[in-house]
Every structure is written in structure tokens, then in C-alpha cells.
């Protein structure tokens, strides 16, 4: 196989993972989107972080929600947990956070003991938390709560995961957008 055709190949395998997750992914990310924005709307805030490395696709959703380029509105309250060690997440959880804040994290196909401990700690702050990209919560069967969301990506290459994590947090931002500005057709 060429280069070229190796690439093709890469950008082929992406796009059939992008059509997957958007075919199986559709509700979770809707009900997803309806928690984070329902946040905003109440006047509530919403965190962000990540098991290591996912870190830079939490700080670009960050960015997103604090000053997005090519839009016109006001900077969205989020807390980027992204910048500081996992371990930390958990403290910072039970210092700023909020009944009915939001809290998004991500997450490889099981997500670490320092994302554990923090939906622990947000659940303790009686905060609901979306979980991207864990297909598998291991022995700890009550991670999550009923009302959290998980959003599984089965995919076991890291270029499909990272990729399809990086499109869930646009479409996120996308959605929060029309839900607090309107959408734009």
C-alpha cells in the first residue's frame, strides 16, 4: 500500500466511524445536550476535563464555549478542568461545584480511578455528569447514575476515538448554541 493510499485508507476508516456514531449515538448525544444547556439556562455552570490523553479535545470544547470564533455571543461559564491533574478533578468538584452544575468528561474505554473519583465527587455535589468515550465501566457498577449520560464509543483505535470525541464536543457546542441563541439555517 502506497502512502497515498494508506491515507485514503486512514480518512476512510474515520468516515465509516463518524456514520457508526452518528447512527448509534444520536440520542445520547441529544439528551446530552439538553442536560448542558438546561445548565446554562438555569443559570448553573458547566465543567470540563479529561483522563490525560483527552485533555486538549476538553480544552478545545473549553474554548469553545468561552469564545468561539466566528460567533457573536457572550462567553458560556465553564470550568476547564483540563488544565490541572486528574487528581485534582475530584477536589476542585467538591470546592466549586453546584447542585444542577453539568459536568462533562472524557474518557478511553474505561475511564481512570481520578474520573471515577469525580463522578463520585459530582454526584456528592448532586451535579450530573455526561461520560464520552467509556464503553465499559469495569466492576464499578454504580459510576453512574440515572441521571447521567453516557456516551459509548466503541471504537478500539485511539485516532477513531479521539476523532469521534472531538465531532460529540462541535456538535455539543453546536447545539448549546441554538438552544441559548437560536439556530441559524
Do not use: W
Request: with cysteine; proline share 4%; aromatic share 6%.
Amino acid at each position: 500500500m502506497t502512502l497515498e493510499e494508506r491515507i485514503r485508507h486512514y480518512y476512510g476508516q474515520g468516515i465509516e466511524s463518524q456514520i457508526t456514531a452518528a447512527d448509534s449515538l444520536a440520542s445520547q448525544i441529544a439528551v446530552a445536550s439538553e442536560c448542558l444547556s438546561g445548565a446554562l439556562l438555569s443559570g448553573h455552570k458547566l465543567f470540563c476535563g479529561a483522563d490525560r490523553e483527552y485533555q486538549a479535545i476538553a480544552s478545545l470544547f473549553n474554548q469553545l464555549l468561552v469564545d468561539r470564533p466566528g460567533v457573536e455571543r457572550p462567553s458560556l461559564p465553564i470550568i476547564n478542568l483540563a488544565k490541572q491533574f486528574p487528581a485534582s478533578f475530584s477536589k476542585i468538584i467538591h470546592a466549586l461545584g453546584h447542585e444542577q452544575d453539568c459536568i462533562i468528561l472524557l474518557s478511553g474505554p474505561s475511564p481512570s480511578t481520578f474520573l471515577i473519583d469525580t463522578i463520585h465527587a459530582a454526584h456528592q455535589r448532586e451535579m450530573r455528569v455526561i461520560l464520552v468515550g467509556a464503553n465499559r465501566l469495569g466492576n464499578d457498577t454504580d459510576t453512574l447514575n440515572s441521571q447521567d449520560v453516557l456516551v459509548p464509543i466503541s471504537d478500539q483505535q485511539e485516532m477513531a476515538r479521539q476523532t469521534n470525541q472531538l465531532m460529540i464536543l462541535h456538535i455539543f457546542a453546536n447545539l448549546i448554541d441554538g438552544s441559548l441563541f437560536g439556530y441559524e439555517e
